[in-house]
């Protein structure tokens, strides 16, 4: 790869990958919730960027809408629903503990590596100008399941979720130059939905167990676990 031969909008969608990529590894060292959220934003924010770049150099002028629509659904509407559930949780300070966070740092490098070793084939055989992003994209869903895996909170999971999703639609615009119209509009209301039953999930376990630690929910017995199904339900049944 011999960036100098590439166009400056080119170089430019290489940077906010690399950029993407960095949000990845910020979402994962990141321990308050607060900052979560808002490097989350600018996650949504920079593949909005991407989006509209990819959209100037392919001439694909449907991918203009989905750069706005992204803007809008991960930058602004999720980023300020998460804001507000956290604030209404009263968890907008908490500082959450990561076990061994050298570690997690170190699997998420061994993973940018693993995947620009599976994308180098891919790399190859594709035409695209931006086929050197498809390793960052793959990279940045790595990072956002490990995110998952290692944090305890069910909000930070969320996010890593989300992360997950951000290289998910990130991939499938640098190798394929965008999806039809009606697949993006599903997966943005699917992501919609989710992020909304998030929340509702989020306040019922409050309320039923005072956290969101979700290995106090392992700890829970058969016992614990029936009684809890019982509590939810009573409540849903009273609303």
Do not use: C
């Amino acid at each position: 790869m011999n960036i100098v031969n590439f166009s400056l909008q080119e170089q430019a969608i290489l940077l906010f990958a690399a950029l993407i990529l960095f949000t990845s590894f910020a979402l994962l060292a990141q321990q308050r919730m607060l900052a979560s959220i808002h490097v989350f934003a600018w996650q949504g924010a920079l593949v909005a960027g991407a989006t509209g770049l990819i959209a100037l150099v392919s001439g694909q002028h449907h991918l203009y809408f989905s750069a706005a629509l992204t803007l809008l659904l991960k930058a602004m509407f999720l980023p300020w629903m998460l804001h507000r559930l956290v604030n209404r949780l009263g968890i907008q300070h908490h500082v959450e503990t990561v076990v061994r966070p050298a570690l997690v740092l170190l699997g998420a490098a061994a993973l940018v590596v693993f995947s620009y070793y599976v994308a180098l084939p891919i790399e190859k055989l594709s035409l695209l100008s931006t086929r050197n992003t498809i390793a960052v994209s793959m990279a940045v869903v790595l990072i956002g399941m490990l995110m998952m895996v290692a944090r305890r909170q069910a909000v930070s999971q969320v996010i890593g979720f989300m992360s997950m999703e951000n290289g998910l639609f990130f991939a499938a615009v640098v190798s394929t130059h965008g999806m039809p119209m009606v697949v993006e509009l599903g997966i943005a209301f699917d992501v919609l939905v989710a992020a909304v039953l998030f929340g509702i999930f989020f306040l019922q376990i409050r309320e039923s167990i005072e956290s969101l630690d979700v290995d106090r929910l392992n700890r829970l017995s058969e016992t614990e676990q029936g009684q809890l199904a019982e509590q939810v339900q009573a409540e849903q049944m009273n609303e």
